[in-house]
Structure formats: structure tokens, C-alpha cells
């Protein structure tokens, strides 16, 4: 068994049919390419084909909500895999940023009906970032890709027991 506290229970397989877009942030871009990497080798080794992932980057954080709505309303995707890394500074500006992101895409994903899964580092410095982008805290976006592909499975289990999901 895995020390990994986001180890699926058992071992998952995505649905053939799934579609997941990743959106990532270029601020911080030492950090969160390796998120990036992290996701695909996540989505990667649980069946999900490279034609299955549609990669989109965006200048920072903050721009994260705006491409996750846009993403959701086209209808193709199943789940979005948001990644970025605020790391503190010494101004209030980290505050902002981080509230904006995780409201602004929980908001994403409950006004849409879409799995959004928040892959954002919060940090108080660029070694607790490093260390959570592949280093001694494992990589955040291999996790992210996991929780992506589960809560594709949830939807489709509410389907298969005739529970509809809604999508805006």
C-alpha cells in the first residue's frame, strides 16, 4: 500500500471515452511545468491517450477561472485540471490571488456541473513549491490527475443508477 494519501483505494482505469483539459499557469513556470508534467504522467498511466488531453496555458493564477469557464462550456471535456503555484511574498497580493483562484474555479465547477480539480500551490516559499512539484511531497499534479479521473467515474456511476448529472 502507498503512503500517498490521494491513493485511489484500488487501481483506476479512466473511461476510453473520457476528455480532460488541463489548464496551467506560466507564472511560477519552474514550478508548475513540472505540475504539468506530473498530470500527464498521471492521466497517462491510467489510460488516457495524449488525444484525450487538451493543454491550455494561461499568464497566471488569477486567469485560471476565466480559461476553466471557457473550457467547461464548450462541452468536450469531462473534468478540468487547474495547476498553478502562489508562492508568498511580502505584500498582500498572495491573499488575493489564492482567494480568486480557488473561489473562482470552485465557482467554475459548481455553476457548470463540470469536476474542476484544483491543482494550485499555495506556498510560503519556492522550496515548499519544488518540493510538492515532483520533490519530497510527491508531485501535486500526478495527484491532481488522479482526483480528475474519479470524479469522472463518480459522474458516470450517477448515471449508470439513473441519477442525470448536470451540465451547464
Not at 133 to 161: C, P, Q, W, Y
Request: glycine share 10%.
Amino acid at each position: 500500500m502507498s503512503d500517498d494519501p490521494n491513493e485511489p483505494p484500488e487501481q483506476i482505469d479512466a473511461p476510453a471515452d473520457a476528455r480532460f483539459a488541463i489548464v496551467w499557469s506560466r507564472f511560477n513556470r519552474t514550478v508548475v511545468s513540472k505540475l504539468l508534467e506530473g498530470a500527464k504522467a498521471g492521466l497517462a498511466e491510467h489510460g488516457v491517450s495524449e488525444e484525450a488531453v487538451y493543454v491550455a496555458e494561461v499568464p497566471g493564477a488569477w486567469e485560471l477561472s476565466y480559461a476553466a469557464r471557457q473550457l467547461a462550456r464548450s462541452g468536450r471535456f469531462d473534468a478540468i485540471i487547474a495547476l498553478g503555484a502562489v508562492i508568498r511574498g511580502g505584500t498582500p497580493h498572495f491573499g488575493y490571488v489564492c482567494d480568486g483562484a480557488s473561489l473562482g474555479l470552485l465557482r467554475v465547477m459548481l455553476d457548470t456541473g463540470l469536476p474542476v480539480v484544483f491543482g494550485v500551490l499555495t506556498t510560503d516559499d519556492e522550496q515548499q513549491a519544488l518540493d510538492r512539484a515532483g520533490g519530497s511531497h510527491g508531485n501535486k499534479g500526478h495527484d491532481a490527475a488522479l482526483t480528475a479521473i474519479e470524479m469522472v467515474l463518480f459522474d458516470r456511476k450517477l448515471e449508470e443508477d439513473g441519477i442525470p448529472t448536470q451540465r451547464a
